[in-house]
């Protein structure tokens, strides 16, 4: 055995190999599979509720901006002047009421003429909930 051949690490009895790109080699994984099992284990427990937030409620405000109520209960404003604009949405700027109309139906905003909006958009498009 040459003295190039001691200087590896040696792989114990089951241990994980996994290809190194930087070296082209097999290497040992250089910690244990059990401890990469559970990584949410080793953080704090999260604060918020991580069920995907839709929309419960809206109410219109002054200009084009719309208080929103989320399913886990947060309560948000959202200026949407910057993303009512184009043809499709030529109607809630010609006619104020229209725009006022608007209701939630399945968990994001909509408005007469099926006109409605992605919800993670109108949810994750300013400060966090």
């Known amino acids: 055995m040459s003295s190039h051949d001691e200087a590896k690490p040696r792989p114990s009895a089951g241990a994980s190999l996994i290809f190194d790109h930087g070296s082209g080699l097999v290497v040992p994984l250089p910690i244990e599979p059990a401890s990469l099992a ?10 918020q509720d991580l069920r995907m937030l839709r929309l419960r409620g809206a109410t219109p405000l002054d200009d084009y901006k719309v208080r929103l109520t ?8 959202r200026d949407l002047d910057a993303l009512i604009w184009g043809p499709v949405f030529e109607p809630l700027r010609r006619d104020r009421s229209r725009f006022q109309a608007v ?9 007469p ?6 919800p993670d958009a109108l949810i994750w498009g300013g400060p966090a909930p």
């Not at 989320?70 to 404003?77: H, I, K, R």
């Not at 209701?103 to 408005?111: C, K, Y």
């Open 38 to 47: 559970s990584p949410l284990k080793r953080i704090a427990p999260l604060k």
């Open 70 to 77: 989320l399913t886990n209960g947060d309560v948000v404003e």
């Open 103 to 111: 209701t939630v139906e399945a968990g994001t905003l909509t408005w």
């Open 113 to 118: 003429g099926d006109l409605d909006f992605d």
